[in-house]
T-cell receptor, first 114, second 112 residues
Framework: GDSVTQMEGPVTLSEEAFLTINCTYT??????LFWYVQYPGEGLQLLLK?????DKGSNKGFEATYRKETTSFHLEKGSVQVSDSAVYFC?????????????FGKGTKLTVNP | NAGVTQTPKFQVLKTGQSMTLQCAQD?????MSWYRQDPGMGLRLIHY???????DQGEVPNGYNVSRSTTEDFPLRLLSAAPSQTSVYFC???????????FGPGTRLTVT
C-alpha cells in the first residue's frame, strides 16, 4: 500500500541555520503531497502542498518540490527561527489523488535554539 | 467559521467503558476522517467518510464505530475502551477540490 518515509528526528538547529527534512513516498497513481506542521499542544496545520510532478509548494519561507523521478518531497527552509520549533509531517493523498484520506510519515521534531 | 471542532479536549476512561468523541465542521466539506496519533507512529487513519451516509474503514478501525448522518457531524464511538486506545484523536475534514484536510484541535484520551 501507499507509504511515506521521512527522516527520523529529533532535529536540533541554531537560529538562522538551513533546514532540510527528507521525505520519500511509495504510491500507486499520482498522489498529492503535503507537509503539515504541529505546534506544541495543537492540531495539525497545512504548511504547503503540491498536486503534480515538478510543482513547488511554498509558505512562510518553507519550500518543497514534488520529484516524481525520485519519489521525494523534501522540506527546506533557508533560515529557521525559534518559532519554527514544531513537529513536521509529510503526507500523501489517497489513491488516484483523492483527498478523503491521507497517509502520514511518522513526523520529525524540530527544535530551534536562539 | 469555527472550522473543525472536537469535544471533549481531555477524557479519562476505565477499561470497558464506552464513549463518543464528537466532531463537527462548518465548511460544508464532503470528506471527514478520524486519525489517532501515537508517539513514534505518526497519524493513522481509523475511519473516514466521503459524504453523509457513507463511511469506510481506515488502517486501524478495530474497536471503533462511526456514522455520518449529516454533512457537519462525524462522531467516533469507542465500544469497550482498552488501554491500547490511549492516544490523541484528531478529526479532519476536506474537499476534493483542494486536496488538503483541515484538522481539529484533538482529544487526548487515557484509558486506565
Amino acid at each position: 500500500g501507499d507509504s511515506v518515509t521521512q527522516m527520523e528526528g529529533p532535529v536540533t538547529l541554531s537560529e538562522e541555520a538551513f533546514l532540510t527534512i527528507n521525505c520519500t513516498y511509495t504510491a500507486t497513481g499520482y498522489p498529492s503531497l503535503f507537509w503539515y506542521v504541529q505546534y506544541p499542544g495543537e492540531g495539525l496545520q497545512l504548511l504547503l502542498k503540491a498536486t503534480k510532478a515538478d510543482d513547488k509548494g511554498s509558505n512562510k519561507g518553507f519550500e518543497a518540490t514534488y520529484r516524481k523521478e525520485t519519489t521525494s518531497f523534501h522540506l527546506e527552509k533557508g533560515s529557521v527561527q525559534v518559532s519554527d520549533s514544531a513537529v513536521y509531517f509529510c503526507a500523501l493523498s489517497g489513491p488516484q489523488g483523492g483527498s478523503e484520506k491521507l497517509v502520514f510519515g511518522k513526523g520529525t521534531k524540530l527544535t530551534v535554539n536562539p | 467559521n469555527a472550522g473543525v471542532t472536537q469535544t471533549p479536549k481531555f477524557q479519562v476512561l476505565k477499561t470497558g467503558q464506552s464513549m463518543t468523541l464528537q466532531c463537527a465542521q462548518d465548511m460544508n466539506h464532503e470528506y471527514m476522517s478520524w486519525y489517532r496519533q501515537d508517539p513514534g507512529m505518526g497519524l493513522r487513519l481509523i475511519h473516514y467518510s466521503v459524504g453523509a451516509g457513507i463511511t469506510d474503514q481506515g488502517e486501524v478501525p478495530n474497536g471503533y464505530n462511526v456514522s455520518r448522518s449529516t454533512t457537519e457531524d462525524f462522531p467516533l464511538r469507542l465500544l469497550s475502551a482498552a488501554p491500547s486506545q490511549t492516544s490523541v484523536y484528531f478529526c479532519a475534514s476536506g474537499t476534493g477540490k483542494t486536496y488538503e484536510q483541515y484538522f481539529g484541535p484533538g482529544t487526548r484520551l487515557t484509558v486506565t
